[in-house]
């Protein structure tokens, strides 16, 4: 139902849907940081990062929320006083009750996240996650009684289990024979208290990626006939092929190094590129990663990448490409700027007439000098 107010809980429901915050990484501080989710708002404000001039535009805007890729918070506060920004900025939202989600390296990890819309930006094709995620998927193994399994395997399909890469609705089932003996406070399904009872029933094995668990484990208990479901939980060392770090992918036509370089300044409107020496290669198959990304180069070139665009590069990075491929640094804004859209995209679509606005505050804090 499209709705003109939301409470901050649907909003974060919302993006989570997509990018679960569970796909966060350790360090990071993804999620409702200044508010309360069962607030109200008319309209949301979005912005890379949360500085004090963001804050201020928003209470002219007179909303009462700032949807951020960066977190504001990140390390525990010790104390709020004016003397540092961080405090500053938690200080205002909180006097003026506004409202500070950020939403970072869980759109980083998820598919469709920060990476794809880069990836899309400079229109690659054939999208994969350079650096998939370990220790995520799980498999669910529960015991049905033969007469009640589509029912309980839909309910766990709807939920979010049996997802296989390109496809979903993925189990494996096979018949067997339960026992048990119901005690004297049972309320059993079937058989009669203090007898044993056997019944005709099928083990049913589903994948689920842990932030899906609950919700998958809850819609299988309601959907299962039993007062005592029989399941177990079994850790996978998988990779999850939907969450990762990085994106690869290739552009439709290969193109020479200083068209590629050209292209990626234009389209994400970047001034200055920082980059290792051309050496005349064809540009085809591309690596990126929003942000820091010097840590993927081993996956960038394990995967025979023709370029790896990301940020943050040192000076040895650069050495360290070895000419293998083309290191671009991009700049840290310039390859998260297009988070907004994706922030944008899953409040409108659920919710049209939602005001949602842009920060015009330039939030970049690096400045760039051309010599004459």
């Given at each position: 139902?499209?709705?003109?107010?939301?409470?901050?809980?649907?909003?974060?429901?919302?993006f989570?849907?997509?990018?679960?915050?569970?796909?966060?990484?350790?360090?990071?501080?993804?999620?409702?940081?200044?508010?309360?989710?069962?607030?109200?708002?008319?309209?949301a404000?979005?912005?890379?990062?949360?500085t004090?001039?963001?804050?201020?535009?928003?209470?002219?805007?007179?909303?009462?929320?700032?949807?951020?890729?960066?977190?504001?918070?990140?390390k525990?506060?010790k104390?709020?006083?004016?003397?540092?920004?961080?405090?500053r900025?938690?200080?205002?939202?909180?006097?003026?009750?506004?409202?500070?989600?950020?939403?970072h390296?869980?759109?980083?990890?998820?598919?469709?996240?920060?990476?794809?819309?880069?990836?899309?930006?400079?229109?690659?094709?054939?999208?994969?996650?350079?650096?998939?995620?370990?220790?995520?998927?799980?498999?669910?193994?529960v015991?049905?009684p033969?007469?009640?399994?589509?029912?309980?395997?839909?309910?766990?399909?709807?939920?979010?289990?049996?997802?296989?890469?390109?496809?979903?609705s993925?189990?494996?089932?096979t018949?067997?024979?339960?026992?048990?003996?119901?005690?004297?406070?049972?309320?059993?399904?079937?058989?009669?208290?203090?007898?044993?009872?056997?019944?005709?029933?099928?083990?049913?094995?589903v994948?689920?990626?842990?932030?899906?668990?609950?919700?998958?484990i809850?819609?299988?208990?309601?959907a299962?006939p039993?007062?005592?479901?029989a399941?177990?939980?079994?850790p996978?060392?998988?990779?999850?092929?939907?969450?990762?770090?990085?994106?690869?992918?290739?552009?439709?036509?290969?193109?020479?190094?200083?068209?590629?370089l050209?292209?990626?300044?234009?389209?994400?409107?970047?001034?200055?590129?920082?980059?290792?020496?051309?050496?005349?290669?064809k540009?085809?198959?591309?690596?990126?990663?929003?942000?820091?990304?010097?840590?993927?180069?081993?996956?960038?070139?394990?995967?025979?990448a023709?370029?790896?665009?990301?940020?943050?590069?040192?000076?040895?990075?650069f050495?360290?490409?070895?000419?293998?491929?083309?290191?671009?640094?991009?700049?840290?804004?310039?390859?998260?700027?297009?988070?907004?859209?994706?922030?944008a995209?899953?409040?409108?679509?659920?919710?049209?007439?939602?005001?949602?606005?842009?920060?015009?505050?330039?939030?970049?804090?690096?400045?760039?000098?051309?010599?004459?």
């Amino acid at each position: 139902m499209d709705k003109k107010i939301l409470h901050i809980d649907e909003i974060l429901s919302l993006f989570a849907q997509e990018a679960p915050f569970q796909l966060q990484e350790n360090y990071d501080n993804s999620g409702l940081i200044v508010g309360d989710r069962r607030w109200q708002t008319d309209s949301a404000l979005l912005s890379v990062d949360v500085t004090e001039d963001v804050v201020d535009e928003a209470i002219r805007l007179n909303t009462k929320l700032i949807v951020a890729h960066h977190p504001i918070i990140f390390k525990g506060l010790k104390k709020l006083t004016p003397d540092d920004a961080v405090s500053r900025v938690v200080m205002k939202a909180i006097r003026h009750d506004i409202a500070i989600i950020a939403v970072h390296t869980n759109l980083d990890n998820s598919f469709s996240g920060t990476n794809f819309i880069l990836s899309k930006k400079l229109g690659l094709n054939g999208l994969t996650i350079l650096d998939p995620k370990e220790e995520i998927l799980k498999k669910l193994v529960v015991f049905v009684p033969t007469a009640h399994l589509t029912e309980v395997r839909q309910a766990i399909f709807t939920a979010g289990g049996g997802h296989i890469g390109q496809y979903d609705s993925c189990s494996f089932s096979t018949p067997g024979k339960g026992s048990f003996r119901a005690g004297e406070n049972a309320n059993p399904f079937v058989g009669e208290i203090g007898n044993l009872h056997e019944e005709e029933e099928q083990r049913l094995e589903v994948i689920v990626p842990s932030f899906r668990l609950n919700a998958v484990i809850n819609a299988m208990l309601k959907a299962h006939p039993y007062e005592e479901v029989a399941y177990d939980l079994i850790p996978l060392d998988n990779r999850f092929d939907r969450a990762g770090s990085g994106m690869i992918g290739s552009l439709p036509e290969a193109m020479d190094e200083h068209d590629f370089l050209e292209m990626i300044a234009v389209r994400c409107d970047i001034p200055v590129l920082r980059h290792t020496h051309l050496n005349g290669k064809k540009i085809k198959k591309v690596a990126v990663c929003g942000g820091s990304g010097a840590f993927l180069l081993g996956a960038a070139k394990a995967a025979g990448a023709d370029a790896f665009v990301t940020a943050d590069l040192k000076y040895h990075d650069f050495h360290d490409a070895d000419n293998k491929l083309l290191f671009v640094d991009a700049g840290h804004y310039e390859t998260e700027q297009f988070t907004k859209e994706w922030m944008a995209d899953k409040i409108k679509k659920k919710n049209p007439n939602f005001a949602v606005r842009f920060s015009e505050v330039n939030t970049n804090p690096i400045s760039y000098f051309l010599k004459s």
